[in-house]
Each structure stands twice: as C-alpha cells, then as structure tokens.
C-alpha cells in the first residue's frame, strides 16, 4: 500500500486510526499478561494435637513497692465469728486470720453435695445394664398391651353385632312411623270417610280450609308450617328409602366397613324422621293453638294424630339414642385397638433399647449434668472461702481493725500484715481486674534485670479506681514468693498473673481454628498428599487440598485454643496457609510469542 495514501487516510481519519492504535495495544497488553502472569503457589505449615495446660493470664506494669505492708480486706460481708490473731503475731502463709458468718452459703454447700451424690447415683443407675426383672417387667408391658389390643378387638366385634341388632329393631317400627308421617300430611281422614274422585283434600289442606274464618295473617302462619312438615317429610322419605334399601342388602354376617356405613346411614335418617315429625307437631299444634283462638271445636281426629306423633316421637328418640351409644361403642373400641398398637411399638422399641443399654447422646448428657451438679458445688465452697480471711503471705500482724461480733464489710481493711519479702505494684485496666483474686501466682519479671524472674502472689487489690483521662485503672499489689537482694523499691516490674489454668487438655495453634456457619474447623492433609519440604519442619505443599474437620472449641488464650472434640493427640493439622507467586518460564527474543500463530516480524509503517 502507498505509505502517502496511507498518511493522507490517517489525517482524514485520526478517530479510527487512534481507536485501532489504542485496541492493538490493549491486545497486546492483555495476552503479555496472560502468558506471563505468576503461578500462585500454596504452602501449608503444620502442627500436631498436643496435649497439655492451657494458662490464661492477665499482664500489667508496675514498680516494686517501697512499703512491705498489706491490708487485708474480706471478699465477703457477715458478722464476725472469731478472730484467731492478735496484733504482733508471726503467721505462715494460708493462715486464717478471722471466721465471717456463712450460715447460708454453708446451707447452699450441703444443698450442693446432696444434689451432686443425687446426681451421681442417678448416673450409675442409668448406665447400668438393666437386669433380668427390669427386662421381664417391659416383656410383661408388651404382652399386657397385646392382650388389650386382643380384648379392644373383640369388643369391637361384638359392638358391630348389637349396632345390626339395633339397627334390624330400628327397621321394625321405622316403615310404620314413615306411613304415619305420610298420613298425617296426605291421608283423607280429616273431614271426609274417604277419598273421593272429586274435592278430595289432604289432611294439611283440609285443615286450613276449617280456619276460614280466621285472619289472612294467621292462615299465612300456618301454610308456612305446613310447606316446612311437606318439606322435611320429603328429604326424610328420599334418605330413608334409600337406607332401608341399603339394610336389606345387609346382614348380620357383612364385614364391619358395610355394618358401620349402614350404622351410620340410619342414625341420619332418624336424625331426618325426628325433624320432619317435630314440623308436623308444630303444624298442629299451631292449628289447634288457631281454632282455640277463634272459640272453634277441635276435631277428634286432630287429637288422634298429635297423641300419635307424641308416640312417633319417643320411638324415634329411642332408637336413635340406642344408635349414637353404639357408634361411640364403636369408635372407642376402634380408638383403643389403635392406642394398643402404639403402646405395643412404643414399649417393643423400649425392651430393644433396654437390652441395647444406654444411648451414648443420653449417657453425655447425664455426664454433662453430674458436671454441672461438681461445677455448683465448687462455686459454693469457693463463695464458703471468701467467708473466712487468711495471710496471703507469711509475716507480722501488724494491725486488727475488728474483733469477734462486728459486722465486717466487703473491701473494707480487716488486718494489716507486715512482710519481710518484697512487693510490687502493678496497675490494671477495669476489663482486667475483674478477672484477678487475692490469692493468685504472678511471674515478675524486671526492665533492669534481664535474667530474673521472681514468683508472686496476689495480696491486695484496690476497690475503688483511679480515673484519668475517662480511664480506670486499679492498683493491685503483688509479694514476692522469694527475695532477691537485686530487686530494689522503686524499679520497673511486669506481672502476669495467672487468671485460669485447664489441666490436661487437647490444645493447636490459635491461628489453625477457623469458622463459618457459626461452626469451627481445622483443615487436615492426608499424609498421602503431603510433599516434603526441601527444608526441614518447613511448609510443605499437597497434591490435593486440605479437608474441612469440624471441632468443639473450649478456653483459649493468646497463642492456643482447646480442643473439646473433633480430633486426637497427635493429629497433623494446618497452622497457616501460605500463597506465594512465580513467573511462568515463557521465550524471550525481543517479541511477544503467541502460541498457536506462526511466524513473528512487525507491523509495517
């Protein structure tokens, strides 16, 4: 192409040209970056499950205290019993100084033992096999149950034998009351011998025709009852003719469905019949009510029908009330075979776990339980000690401030003590001090001794704090346990004072715990994945990525965490994950190699 043509193109399309120049070079930027991006390279250090103390502690700075004096204040309130010192006397370390009241914290102690062997022999109680009586006991228990179900099964037979006995004694009297029903509403009885071809009247009809005379208010009243008697009549005389259908196609030998459909079909045509007779009476009865209203006689045939329906009444009452006590016969029985059978489940699963023994998720939660019941009864005897004052330290009773019947305050000086070690103060932040107690082991250490390390214990710590600046702090004062003649008053000292120490416990790294969902896990490498590092104890690498391990996390401190459940003594686990990067090998000649285009040279100009 000529490069002038090419030059005038690129003036009179600078766009297009700048757009293309900017793509290619985006291009080219992307596949560089591509081809010769880093290789991320994941390596794993590793840590085993050990087992042993996990120390909580709290730190704080101080100096070493001029003043080797003490006061001691009780960490509870009461009156005070006895006071077992006097003013100069030398005491060892431990001794009790003064007894406090505890009458009620020892009730809480003595309720606490009770509860706790309580809870003990319930534990051996449960986790004992069960023994021969106990398993022949829930044997009987599964027996008497089938015998029940047995007994259920045959009331329910016999039950269904008297409901087509009551039922056959229904259908007896059942087509009579029927015909009277329908005579009482369509007969020619009332004011003609018979029915004739002509003029003929029912009943109902003739009836209200013999109120004539009366008002069209009342005439309307009863044509209204007399539709509702015809109304009713006719939907008890559709279900009955259609349930004496269904009866005669029964018999005492049909299974218990077709018994307790028919059993059911007859109670709601009597339901049916009783309704229709009680319009009847009501249609009557208001006739009558009328006739008596305009000074009229009442007919002879009137009286006849309404003693009949009186009649009808209490027959259908009868029967339907011998009825409805059959079907809750029924269905009680029927209820009681179903509640068998759940008794004869319910009480075989128990002979199978009785003989299989305790459920390893009961036998925890008993355990859980009796650890809870120690738990109570420790915190009661350590609220007992704050009932009695002793020496932190060994030394000189320097001064009493009670004697035997004051009332004592909690935080305020009972005794001062003299000793001949020395002390530190160390100030503490509120968040900390509430986790110190009098009586606890400190290791100091001093800014201007390097190579010492003194034991302590913790003898007073201040009830009310120093604020500065919005922050509060408290002056806790700790003995030496030893003397060293290098310790001078006034020199710079930390403190850590142990706050908890758990014994005998599982514990990894902090940093190999981690959680999502509200659960904790540890990843673990299969020793068949690991690569070997080419430095000793260094991360190592894996052919495949760690497994997911779900824990039970307990106490932790600042380096390790315990572990509860989830793994053993002596797994490897993973402490940290480490990413590093490196550049993938790729052909260097002065241009960019693009795999799968052959060739190279260079845009023409």
């Keep these: 192409m000529n490069v002038n043509v090419i030059k005038k193109y690129s003036k009179e399309h600078k766009l297009i040209v700048g757009i293309t120049i900017v793509v290619i070079i985006g291009a080219g930027y992307f596949i560089f970056q591509k081809y010769n991006s880093p290789a991320s390279i994941v390596k ?66 003595r309720d606490a033992q009770a509860s706790l062997e309580s809870a003990k022999l319930s534990f051996e109680k449960f986790v004992q096999p069960a023994d021969e009586l106990t398993i022949l006991q829930a044997e009987n228990a599964i027996i008497s149950a089938q015998e029940s179900k047995a007994k259920s099964i ?7 034998e008297d409901g087509f006995t009551d039922i056959s004694n229904a259908f007896l009297d059942l087509p009579t009351v029927m015909s009277n029903l329908y005579d009482n509403l369509y007969g020619y009885t009332i ?12 009943n109902v009809n003739v009836l209200i025709s013999a109120l004539n005379s009366a008002s069209i208010k009342d005439i309307d009243k009863l044509i209204s009852f007399r539709d509702g008697a015809s109304s009713d009549y006719i939907i008890a005389r559709t279900n009955f003719d259609t349930n004496f259908s269904n009866y005669k196609v029964t018999n005492r030998y049909s299974n218990q469905e077709t018994v307790g459909k028919l059993l059911n079909e007859t109670i709601e045509t009597l339901k049916l019949m009783s309704q229709s007779i009680k319009s009847q009476n009501n249609f009557y009865d208001t006739w009558v009510d009328l006739r008596t209203l305009y000074n009229q006689s009442i007919y002879a045939q009137v009286v006849t029908y309404q003693n009949r329906i009186s009649t009808d009444i209490g027959t259908i009452n009868g029967h339907l009330s011998t009825l ?39 036998v925890k939660t008993q355990e859980l339980s009796l650890k809870q019941k120690e738990n109570a009864l420790l915190d009661a005897q350590e609220k007992l000690s704050d009932y009695s004052i002793r020496a932190p330290f060994g030394g000189v009773v320097a001064d009493i401030a009670l004697k035997k019947g004051d009332s004592a305050s909690s935080g305020a000086t009972a005794f001062t003590l003299m000793s001949a070690q020395g002390a530190s103060v160390i ?10 107690k009098v009586g606890q082991k400190a290791t100091l250490t001093f800014d201007a001794i390097e190579d010492l390390s003194l034991s302590g214990t913790v003898a007073e710590i201040d009830t009310l ?10 002056n806790v004062k700790i003995v030496f346990d030893t003397q060293d003649p290098r310790a001078k008053p006034g020199m710079s000292v930390s403190a850590a004072i142990i706050t908890d120490a758990k014994q005998d416990v599982l514990m990894v790294p902090s940093s190999a715990v981690k959680t999502s969902d509200n659960e904790s896990y540890v990843e673990i490498i299969d020793t068949a994945d690991i690569i070997p590092s080419a430095t000793a104890n260094g991360p190592v690498t894996a052919k495949n990525p760690p497994r997911q391990q779900v824990v039970e996390v307990g106490a932790s401190n600042d380096t390790n965490i315990e572990i509860i459940s989830g ?39």
């Design 465 to 474: 704090g120093t604020v500065s600046q919005g922050v509060v702090t408290y």
């Design 427 to 436: 100030s503490l932040n509120e968040v900390d001090v509430s986790k110190i």
């Design 44 to 109: 794993y250090s590793l840590s085993t499950v050990q087992r042993g103390t996990l120390i909580n502690t709290v730190s704080g700075t101080g100096q070493i205290s001029a003043s080797n004096q003490v006061d001691l204040k009780p960490k509870a309130s009461g009156d005070v019993l006895s006071v077992n010192v006097i003013e100069g006397q030398t005491v060892k370390a431990g001794a009790v100084l003064a007894y406090l009241n505890a009458r009620d914290v020892l009730k809480s102690v």
């Design 191 to 202: 004011g003609y011998s018979e029915k004739t071809a002509s003029g003929g009247q029912s």
């Design 324 to 362: 409805l006590s059959i079907q809750r016969t029924i269905k009680d029985n029927a209820d009681s075979i179903t509640s068998n059978e759940r008794t004869i489940v319910e009480k075989t699963i128990s002979l199978k776990n009785l003989k299989a023994g305790a459920d390893k998720l009961d």
């Design 567 to 605: 793994l053993s003594e002596g797994d490897t686990i993973v402490s940290q994950t480490i990413t590093s990067a490196t550049k993938a090998t790729t052909a260097t000649s002065g241009n960019i190699r693009i795999p799968g285009i052959s060739g190279g040279g260079g845009m023409s100009r």
């Design 154 to 160: 045959d009331s329910l037979k016999k039950a269904f």
